[in-house]
């Protein structure tokens, strides 16, 4: 994964999580950038399926499986839904900075 531009961040004063090197396009929503990879970590950070974050955020699990697989963006309500389902879910988003591209980790 580290090979492929993926950081692991260790648990210093927040839950353990990942970050990407650099940032990417990605899809905006209210808050900050939402990417097919990070919604996708945040998935397996919280060990949920498509399916159960589809029930989440009230969409049809395809909108996530066509997302992450970048085979097209979700209108930005549903962004913004699975975003919300997944912090709910008890994971934060890291906005990029000077050093790294943005990133996902368990709260704490």
């Given at each position: 994964?580290?090979?492929?531009?993926?950081?692991?961040i260790p648990a210093n004063?927040?839950?353990p999580g990942v970050r990407?090197?650099?940032l990417r396009s990605g899809c905006g929503t209210s808050e900050t950038l939402f990417f097919p990879?990070?919604?996708r970590a945040a998935r397996n950070i919280l060990n949920m399926s498509q399916w159960d974050l589809?029930?989440?955020a009230?969409?049809?699990?395809s909108t996530v499986a066509e997302f992450e697989r970048g085979a097209r963006v979700p209108i930005s309500?549903?962004?913004q839904a699975m975003?919300?389902?997944l912090e709910a879910a008890g994971v934060a988003f890291i906005e990029a900075d000077g050093s790294a591209g943005p990133g996902v980790r368990l709260r704490k």
């Open positions: 994964m580290e090979a492929a531009g993926i950081a692991f004063g927040g839950g990407l090197r650099e990879d990070l919604c589809a029930e989440a009230g969409i049809a699990r309500n549903n962004l975003r919300d389902a």
